[in-house]
Nanobody, 123 residues
């Protein structure tokens, strides 16, 4: 079965850190650009960060720039999102998505989506 699986979400206090993982099963991520997205209750889905298939190119939403870092380990078939200095407004379900291309950072037309992992930032 071809799928993406996110993990690493949870409950954390403001100022804390989490590292999300996006792993692929049934296919290799080597040829896929990856995007991380999030959706909070009652809000539209928001793009968080994207990374090229090689890992050389990255981009971040202004809301997370300087706090979040996207990276990938193609040998482990996994993409990571390191989230530091978390704020209550980072609370959302986080999704990863894969697009078969060198670099892609749109909200639509991805080949695969994960099921999401909940991140809750609260004291």
């Amino acid at each position: 079965q071809l799928q993406l699986v996110e993990s690493g979400g949870g409950l954390v206090q403001p100022g804390g850190s989490l590292r999300l993982s996006c792993s692929a099963s049934g296919f290799t991520l080597d040829y896929y650009a990856i995007g991380w997205f999030r959706q909070a209750p009652g809000k539209e889905r928001e793009g968080v960060s994207c990374i090229s298939s090689s890992g050389e190119s990255t981009i971040y939403a202004d809301s997370v720039k300087g706090r979040f870092t996207i990276s990938r380990d193609n040998a482990k078939n996994t993409v990571f999102l390191q989230m530091n200095s978390l704020k209550t407004e980072d609370t959302a379900i986080y999704y990863c998505a894969a697009h078969r291309s060198y670099y892609y950072c749109s909200h639509y037309n991805y080949d695969y989506w994960g099921q999401g992992t909940q991140v809750t930032v609260s004291s």
